[in-house]
């Protein structure tokens, strides 16, 4: 949730101050979804190159991922060798070390084929229903805390993948069986609906080294003799995480029931560079709301349609319900866009901040080069749509022309946008302001204390604060008929919905901690 910022002359705090006589139901309830995203826990805020101090209202570079704070991972080490997530409800297994011998390495990976079988016969703390997880399910793991090492060569000890090893065991690739220290690819269900490479069968997997969702072909590599390898970990319970329920709100925007999160129908229709596409995201006020924002890359990833590709449905890999724009790519094909995320993709380079992550719904290209050597550069179809790669924040495509890394991937640097908003929050649209004689709330936004004020007649019994996705975080039970100094110093930076109940009903007010 967000001010608005169209005009220099706007108040922001004024605006912030609003307040709205609101019914319990009105806040955020996420008892009844079950697609519930988990945050990115990026935690450190990035200009084009490198770490910046978080960003404020209205300030250069606001409206990233560490502006937004959604469920934050919650997990619990059941003892048993499994780990229960409580955002999800979904339970996995803890270490991907499935020969047991208390190492992780190139003995415990499966081929496709082979981790789809060993689910039928695999039992862990009693429970025999496990399944290997689909791409919707593994992404939930994923964490943007990691950095990419790729192009490291040295120790892993120091390293930090995309994933909580507070609770999982992870290894990263098995350098003395022949494999790079990104070789961490974690196996999914999900087979791409079309082909990769030269006609290739595809996996879609979560590399939880170097942070990406990518393409795997499930037969041998070129040069290799046997199938591709892959990390396992199974999970069980909430059979429904990962689909979508979608309702066409009639006004240009699009609910996702499952998520709780809204979508703008349309595309914004045009390439635009990452800080612009932040920009773009904060001063938009369309269908009545003018809290949209940049999704992050775990929320962007929710809408892929995997069913759906280029190849095989002639769309993009997105619900029909949802419109997209069409361009032509760097073969002169009709295709698809890559979509900014708000989620910065950290790496070890001399600048850490210099690549966010974006979405592919439409193929996801890259300049293979064959053969090998012979600078004959072939633009195919490398990772699949829906694959999650990252972008230079800023740059000329041109210096790019056969893409980067080794699977020569497309560079774009002007990719597109779809806004997102939490479904059931209050837009500033919403609020009426002429309720904020009776409670005020200042300053706003706060660092430390909040003062909270109501005039004579008005006796405040109750403050709830609550995350932008509805979760209670604190609830202070007071008794006071003028004033109330709140300590605030706990919260971590963001914005936050106040509850507040009186002796003349519930109060809500958006609140910025600084």
């Given amino acids: 949730m967000k001010t608005e910022h169209k005009c220099q002359n706007i108040n922001l705090i004024a605006l912030l101050m609003s307040l709205l006589i609101l019914p319990m139901s009105n806040l955020l309830s996420q008892s009844n979804l079950t697609y519930r995203i988990v945050d990115t826990k990026q935690s450190i805020s990035y200009d084009t190159l490198k770490e910046i101090s978080l960003p404020t209202v209205g300030s250069p570079f606001y409206g990233q991922d560490v502006n937004y704070q959604g469920n934050q991972p919650n997990y619990v080490d059941n003892g048993d060798g499994t780990i229960s997530d409580l955002v999800t409800g979904l339970m996995w297994q803890k270490s991907p070390d499935l020969n047991r011998d208390g190492l992780i390495n190139y003995d415990d990976k499966l081929s496709y084929d082979e981790a789809i079988a060993a689910a039928d016969t695999f039992n862990l703390a009693g429970y025999d229903d496990w399944r290997l997880p689909n791409i919707k399910e593994a992404y939930s793991l994923i964490v943007f805390s990691g950095v990419d090492p790729s192009g490291y060569n040295g120790s892993t000890e120091n390293l930090v993948p995309f994933i909580d090893t507070e609770y999982f065991d992870f290894g990263y690739g098995d350098e003395s069986a022949g494999e790079r220290i990104i070789d961490a690819q974690f196996a999914s269900s999900t087979l791409y609906v079309g082909t990769t490479m030269n006609g290739n069968e595809t996996m879609f997997g979560v590399n939880f080294a170097d942070g990406r969702i990518k393409g795997y072909p499930t037969e041998p590599m070129p040069g290799q003799t046997e199938d591709k390898q892959f990390y396992v970990m199974y999970v069980r319970g909430n059979s429904s995480y990962g689909i979508n329920n979608f309702t066409d709100n009639g006004n240009g925007t ?5 998520t709780g999160l809204m979508w703008l129908q349309d595309d914004n229709g045009y390439g635009q560079t990452w800080e612009e596409a932040l920009n773009y995201a904060e001063n938009a006020n369309t269908a009545g709301y003018s809290d949209w924002r940049l999704p992050n890359a775990k929320e962007l990833q929710s809408i892929v349609d995997y069913t759906r590709s280029v190849q095989t449905t002639n769309s993009a890999a997105i619900d029909p319900v949802f419109n997209c724009s069409s361009i ?36 996801g290209l890259g300049f293979m080069e064959e053969p090998p050597g012979s600078e004959n550069y072939t633009l195919m179809d490398v990772h699949g749509a829906g694959a999650q790669r990252s972008d230079p924040k800023v740059g000329d495509p041109n210096d790019f022309p056969f893409g980067h890394g080794p699977q020569g991937d497309v560079i774009r640097i002007y990719n597109y946008v779809r806004l997102v908003r939490d479904a059931s929050a209050t837009s500033l649209n919403e609020i009426d302001s002429g309720s904020e004689s009776l409670l005020r709330v200042y300053p706003n936004p706060a660092n430390n204390y909040l003062t909270i004020e109501s005039d004579n007649d008005l006796k405040l019994n109750s403050i709830g604060i609550f995350s932008l996705s509805g979760i209670e975080i604190f609830n202070y039970e007071i008794n006071t008929m003028k004033q109330y100094k709140l300590n605030i110093q706990s919260l971590a930076p963001g914005i936050y919905i106040l509850k507040l109940n009186s002796s003349n009903g519930i109060y809500i007010r958006k609140m910025v901690k600084q």
């Avoid at 699009?254 to 499952?258: F, G, K, L, P």
């Fill in 254 to 258: 699009i609910t996702d029931n499952s």
């Fill in 328 to 363: 032509i790519d760097e073969g002169g094909s009709v295709n698809y866009p890559f979509y900014w995320s708000g989620t910065t993709h950290s790496n070890m380079q001399a600048n850490p901040g210099s690549n966010a992550a974006y979405v592919c719904f439409g193929e």
